[in-house]
């Protein structure tokens, strides 16, 4: 995914602060380096006001630090994952009333939902086309009403993205598409994971009837303008 790795030291580094080119932070260190932290890693935040940073569950110095600026809004997520594969993926999915396939390149690029696929976390339609293993459902007429596909991947875990137009909501596509998805990354012996707002009830409600469980609940910051 490209971007900016900092470290205390080039050799044998202990502590580094990585950003890929979204703006998703993480730190990772064996032992917390206070002077790279300081001198290197506060400077890049607050230097880096043209892209919005997002950091995961930040170590105690970095919370406390980010706690203090207004420019970091604090949220929580949970995060959960579905160990098992799905059952198929049910009654609807079936019906005339939508299908659910793999997107196509075109699609891709039409930029369905004005979600910039190709762009959004890879580098273009054919590589989300390659990796994002991007589904869709459709209506009876051909009209795409949602999508799923993988947000990143790592150590053979899909993290899950959906979205379902709001006026087919509540008709049971978002827990098809889920189940759907987890079936293809099954396929692949991956897992799929989901990163979910705490308060976002629906989503979490349509994790939980596709089989996942709770892992626990981090702190995720919004780091919007310095």
């Not at 002077?35 to 230097?47: D, G, R, Y």
């Not at 997107?103 to 590589?127: C, P, V, W």
């Not at 827990?175 to 994971?193: M, N, P, R, W, Y």
């Amino acid at each position: 995914m490209e971007g900016s790795i900092l470290t205390n030291d080039d050799t044998n580094p202990t502590h580094a602060f990585i950003v890929n080119k979204f703006g998703f932070c993480q730190e990772a260190y064996e032992e917390y380096d206070e002077a790279f932290f300081e001198h290197m890693v506060k400077p890049f935040i607050e230097s880096n006001g043209r892209m919005k940073l997002r950091m995961y569950d930040p170590g105690k110095y970095m919370r406390n630090y980010l706690d203090s600026r207004p420019f970091a809004a604090k949220s929580q997520r949970i995060h959960m994952i579905h160990r098992e594969a799905a059952e198929a993926a049910d009654e609807m999915a079936n019906d005339s009333a939508y299908k659910i396939r793999e997107m196509t390149k075109d699609e891709i690029e039409q930029d369905a939902f004005g979600l910039d696929l190709a762009h959004r976390y890879y580098n273009s339609a054919d590589d989300a086309l390659k990796r994002a293993n991007l589904l869709a459902a459709y209506s009876a007429d051909g009209e795409m009403m949602g999508i799923v596909y993988s947000a990143g991947e790592a150590f053979g875990v899909c993290e899950k993205d959906i979205f379902v137009e709001e006026q087919f909501r509540g008709q049971g596509i978002a827990k098809a598409l889920t189940k759907a998805f987890i079936q293809k990354c099954s396929g692949q012996h991956k897992l799929v994971s989901e990163d979910i707002y705490e308060n976002n009830a629906a989503s979490i409600a349509v994790a939980k009837a596709a089989g996942a469980e709770t892992i626990g609940i981090y702190d995720y910051y919004n780091i919007e303008k310095i």
